[in-house]
């Protein structure tokens, strides 16, 4: 992966693949932790 792209791709997320094409960059990104906190819990 190029890395200009590197600093835009926050830590929590794994990318599984790059499309370029002329016009625009495509990422699939995935989440690397399956659990999540609820957002309406208080900590």
């Known amino acids: ?3 200009r792209l590197l600093p835009f791709i926050p830590p929590s997320l794994r990318v599984v693949a ?3 094409k002329p016009q625009h960059v ?3 990104a995935v989440p ?3 659990a999540t906190r609820c957002p309406a819990r208080r900590l």
């Open 26 to 28: 495509t990422l699939l």
């Open 1 to 3: 992966m190029p890395k």
């Open 18 to 20: 790059v499309t370029a």
């Open 32 to 34: 690397r932790s399956t």
